[in-house]
């Protein structure tokens, strides 16, 4: 059996050398709202120039949105840009632990939403997120990315209970449907001083030559104005094809289905 899935294997990865050798990357735009809407829009003008429009926009639904500001991404939306969800607030209502303490001051910024928050209130959140798109007249997204990639006290067998059918967290993305977690690289440039900037050198240097999968590029709106800018630069000139979350997820499924026709053809053959 194992030397089958070897064989089969083999060939369907042949197959695909052609798409393997180009460096594939997804791009997104983090914690847009609307005050960040002007920061977003100099973001994507950043992205074209350099060639670049297929990303994913991360939005903050509890936030006052206006008419002009809704029509904006639904313009975005009907121009071909991905929407996902981002939670409710983008900022924490409590502290009732010490990680969650050390995570606001060294990592988060108090902007992790579910730290701290029961099962129940991150399940309200998500569903709030989610039916915000459909009352806005948006198409409502596949994709949700908890603030800071914190997903807090929420068991991931509740997530098929919920109406997104991708989460994304620090490790990857995990797919409802399948059940199973896609560990993708991170790279991030939200530094505002050495210390964090050390910090991400070192997380974005593991990330891009030490594991595999598609690599996510996490922008968030001040990142332009940074120290990392230059880095951003660098690591978008490296992939030489940009793509969506959800053809991503796309071809993740593709592979797979692949991998198990070529098992069957192989077991049929021999």
Same mark, same amino acid.
Not at 71 to 76: A, I, S, T
């Given at each position: 059996?194992?030397?089958?899935?070897?064989?089969?294997?083999?060939?369907?990865?042949?197959?695909?050398?052609?798409?393997?050798?180009?460096?594939?990357?997804?791009?997104?735009?983090? $914690?847009?709202?609307?005050? %960040?809407?002007?920061?977003?829009?100099?973001?994507?003008?950043?992205?074209?120039?350099?060639?670049?429009?297929?990303? %994913?926009?991360?939005?903050?639904?509890?936030?006052?949105?206006?008419?002009?500001?809704?029509?904006?991404?639904?313009?975005?939306?009907?121009?071909?840009?991905?929407?996902?969800?981002?939670?409710?607030?983008?900022?924490?209502?409590?502290?009732?632990?010490?990680?969650?303490?050390?995570?606001?001051?060294?990592?988060?910024?108090?902007?992790?939403?579910?730290?701290?928050?029961?099962?129940?209130?991150?399940?309200?959140?998500?569903?709030?997120?989610?039916?915000?798109?459909?009352?806005?007249?948006?198409?409502?997204?596949?994709?949700?990315?908890?603030?800071?990639?914190?997903?807090?006290?929420?068991?991931?067998?509740?997530?098929?209970?919920?109406?997104?059918?991708?989460?994304?967290?620090?490790?990857?993305?995990? $797919?409802?449907?399948?059940?199973?977690?896609?560990?993708?690289?991170?790279?991030?440039?939200?530094?505002?001083?050495?210390?964090?900037?050390?910090?991400?050198?070192?997380?974005?240097?593991?990330?891009?030559?030490?594991?595999?999968?598609? %690599?996510?590029?996490?922008?968030?709106? $001040? $990142?332009?104005?940074?120290?990392?800018?230059?880095?951003?630069?660098?690591?978008?000139?490296?992939?030489?094809?940009?793509?969506?979350?959800?053809?991503?997820?796309?071809?993740?499924?593709?592979?797979?289905?692949?991998?198990?026709?070529?098992?069957?053809? %192989?077991?049929?053959?021999?």
């Amino acid at each position: 059996m194992l030397y089958f899935r070897r064989e089969a294997l083999s060939l369907h990865m042949t197959r695909k050398k052609s798409h393997r050798q180009l460096r594939t990357a997804l791009v997104s735009i983090h $914690d847009v709202m609307p005050d %960040t809407l002007p920061r977003v829009r100099e973001i994507i003008r950043f992205l074209q120039t350099r060639n670049i429009f297929d990303f %994913t926009l991360l939005i903050v639904s509890g936030k006052v949105w206006t008419r002009s500001d809704i029509e904006q991404l639904h313009f975005w939306q009907q121009e071909g840009l991905e929407l996902a969800g981002h939670g409710r607030r983008h900022g924490i209502i409590r502290k009732t632990t010490a990680w969650h303490t050390i995570h606001g001051k060294l990592m988060s910024r108090d902007e992790a939403e579910h730290l701290s928050l029961s099962t129940e209130e991150i399940a309200e959140i998500i569903i709030d997120c989610y039916q915000w798109f459909e009352e806005a007249g948006l198409s409502p997204p596949s994709l949700y990315v908890p603030p800071a990639w914190a997903m807090g006290a929420l068991p991931r067998r509740l997530l098929h209970t919920l109406p997104f059918a991708h989460y994304e967290t620090l490790s990857g993305v995990y $797919d409802c449907h399948t059940a199973i977690l896609k560990r993708m690289p991170l790279t991030g440039y939200m530094a505002d001083t050495r210390f964090r900037c050390g910090i991400l050198h070192i997380f974005n240097t593991i990330n891009l030559h030490l594991l595999p999968g598609f %690599t996510r590029i996490a922008i968030h709106p $001040d $990142d332009l104005r940074l120290p990392l800018k230059e880095s951003l630069s660098s690591h978008l000139a490296r992939f030489q094809r940009f793509i969506s979350y959800q053809e991503a997820f796309n071809r993740i499924q593709e592979s797979d289905n692949g991998i198990q026709d070529s098992i069957h053809k %192989t077991k049929v053959s021999l």
